[in-house]
């Protein structure tokens, strides 16, 4: 099997600083909040503000930058991204932090999505999995070596130093994928948005037909549920483990090394299983994993306390299956909509992926408000409905994988 080219690190590059960027205020809020002059529940709305902008602007970017070539709009958010970035040592007040973030968020939600179509579509066939898992493994690693790295930054140089150091990945990420991405009539071919593409849409009503597709539906619906039941565990982890096996604030800091490794294995591992057997076999095994270390770690919780290293075994599963889940539901949704709309398809799912974090944190906070013990409940029925709705959508029929590209 071939390795991935350069320009797939450049892809993965980006998505590492925009998900890293997504959370970096949590890291270095509490200097924020006081060098400011606002409650620290006031400079957390910096990262909800942020995520709604996202969510709301991912679809719209998608679509109103349609005639684009998705590599320029690509590398110009990027560079109004690192810009809104570099400019936070020059704030001086919270709303001019919101106004800068405001605009880092708008230039994320076109390099995510784009990012992750281009690698979807200019990957070989037989490598798409691979490559749509080398860019999510950018935002597993953001979560075990992006966001303490921030944290440690604004610890060390001050809080703005956090948002430079984005700022910095998110420039060097801009050159390396100037120098590395191919133009739209290079040997891969013309992708979704590009020049030089044939039968691209051109009217809105054209552009969303593929995705409204109720074979395209049921994906989107399947994304928010497995998102949901995610993050209703992972928001609440913390307490779950305190509960369970009397975990201290060190204790967890190294249990969250051991759940970010088993990310990267099951990221890396679902996207060699989507090129070998197939996407859907992926995500409905992949589910099924995550329900399993549900009912585990409810057994787990019934008999606690236990010890820590027998809760972290079963997390680094969990984590394994919840992120091996994303690149197989991406997969599926390229192959049913085809190369012409992949930024667009990209776009809205990332909108699913917004909308299932919102679900998971109220399913998860009114479980934990009844029981911590009910969280593995919560987050192994959400998961079981997004399988059942996978099933469902199997069910009715849907487009077969689209005929090898011509390189």
Not at 4 to 16: D, K, N, S
Not at 91 to 105: E, F, G, P
């Amino acid at each position: 099997m071939r390795s991935p080219p350069l320009w797939i690190l450049a892809l993965t590059l980006a998505a590492f600083t925009i998900q890293t960027d997504d959370f970096i205020v949590l890291g270095v809020l509490p200097e924020l909040a006081d060098d400011l002059s606002v409650s620290e529940t006031a400079a957390g709305q910096l990262v909800t503000v942020y995520s709604l902008t996202y969510a709301v602007t991912a679809p719209l970017w998608a679509l109103l930058l349609t005639r684009l070539p998705t590599r320029a709009t690509l590398l110009t958010a990027l560079a109004v991204f690192g810009a809104a970035n570099l400019v936070v040592p020059l704030v001086d007040t919270y709303t001019q932090l919101m106004a800068v973030r405001v605009v880092a968020a708008l230039a994320g939600a076109v390099v995510l999505p784009a990012a992750l179509a281009l690698a979807g579509t200019r990957a070989p066939l037989e490598q798409r999995g691979r490559y749509l898992a080398t860019v999510m493994t950018g935002l597993t690693a953001a979560v075990l070596v992006g966001v303490p790295a921030g944290a440690w930054t604004g610890a060390t140089l001050g809080w703005a130093a956090a948002f430079v150091l984005c700022g910095t990945l998110g420039v060097f990420a801009l050159v390396v994928g100037g120098r590395t991405l191919p133009e739209a009539d290079g040997t891969v071919g013309p992708v979704a948005g590009e020049k030089g593409g044939t039968g691209q849409p051109t009217s809105v009503r054209g552009l969303l037909r593929p995705l409204v597709t109720p074979s395209v539906v049921v994906l989107l619906v399947a994304t928010a549920l497995a998102v949901a039941g995610n993050l209703a565990f992972q928001t609440y982890l913390a307490p779950f483990l305190a509960d369970t096996a009397g975990a201290t604030p060190h204790t967890l800091a190294a249990v969250l090394v051991a759940v970010g490794t088993g990310g990267l294995v099951g990221t890396q591992g679902a996207g060699r299983s989507v090129d070998r057997f197939g996407a859907e076999h992926t995500l409905r095994f992949t589910l099924v994993l995550f329900c399993a270390a549900m009912v585990v770690l409810l057994l787990v919780w019934n008999a606690r306390p236990v010890p820590i290293l027998l809760v972290t075994a079963v997390l680094v599963v969990w984590s394994a299956a919840a992120w091996a889940v994303p690149p197989a539901l991406q997969a599926l949704v390229l192959d049913r909509v085809g190369p012409r709309v992949a930024t667009q398809a990209m776009a809205v799912q990332s909108s699913s992926v917004h909308l299932g974090a919102a679900l998971g944190g109220v399913a998860g906070g009114a479980a934990v408000a009844v029981s911590t013990g009910l969280l593995p409940v919560a987050a192994a029925t959400t998961a079981a409905l997004a399988l059942l709705v996978v099933m469902a959508g199997a069910k009715r029929g849907a487009p077969g994988p689209l005929p090898p590209r011509a390189e």
